[in-house]
């Protein structure tokens, strides 16, 4: 090869992952923004995660990786220069995010810079053992996925002990795998509330909400009138909710696709307490922490992709 060609590649390999990194740090700002306005919930994800995966298509570790930057970026916005620079790659940036505040930025920010990629990764597990280990699941093939997940030694000693008594209950020898499906199962059985709203649904059948306000026990007349007391929902209407939404959130945007996010939900009522809204299978909804606080901070009335009651 020609030194002329040679260093023309050069050239253009320098270019190139100059803007590369530009580009990633212009990402880290464009998600500050997203995150600050809450844009991905107006287009019906729970979390700004899964916006960047399912609407801009970046992978999994990558959206992780950029969020944990670009929020650790708020507290120390010198992240964001070293990494358009060069000086610090995105990956380093991410190693410290766990240990790295306002007061410490001078020590980790140098750290980050000039050691190694393993150097560093010891130096933060020197600090902070838990951060040591990644948490995850990758495939493996098909339907396998591999677990990796750090735990303390008293927990898996605890661990051990449950493998231990299920396998004397089971006369044979079970292996961690079987452990772990079988606590989950069971947990599930116990506390997770679509299961138990099919069981009590299945068992006593459907009856009719009780009208909002009306015959409540607690009833607190110490109460300023103007804020009209705040009825339990029944526990046979809140079985029927969690088999129609599925325990999962009914918030959709217009162009379709519902969220679904099925962790921290929340009942929400369509037309409010405050105005009269009663306690009516049509008028509460399954919505994630995050789409419920939206809805009431925007005041507007999402709509509602919510499945028909579905009853086995
Ligand atoms: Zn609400
Ligand atoms: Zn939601």
Redesign the pocket.
Known sequence: MSSTLSQQIHSRALEISSRYKKAESELLDILDQLDRHRVY?KH???SLFLYVVRELGLSESMAYLLITVSRKARQVPELKTLIASGAMTLSNARRITSVLTPQNKAEWLEKATTLTQKQLEKEVAKTRPQAAVNEGASYVSGDRVKLQVGLAEKDMLALRRVQDLLSQARGRAVSLEETITTMTQEHLKRFDPVRRAKRQIAKKGVTLGAQNGAKNPQADSSQAEAAPKRAPIPANLLHQIRLRDEG????APENGK????SRW?EIHHKIPISEGGPNTLENLST??????DWTHASKTEPSFGAPQLTQS
């Not at 999962?248 to 918030?251: I, K, L, S």
């Not at 519902?258 to 996010?261: L, T």
């Not at 919505?287 to 419920?292: G, R």
């Open positions: 919930l019906g994800h729970s999962r959130c009914t918030y519902r969220c679904n996010q939900v919505l994630c922490s995050s789409h419920h």
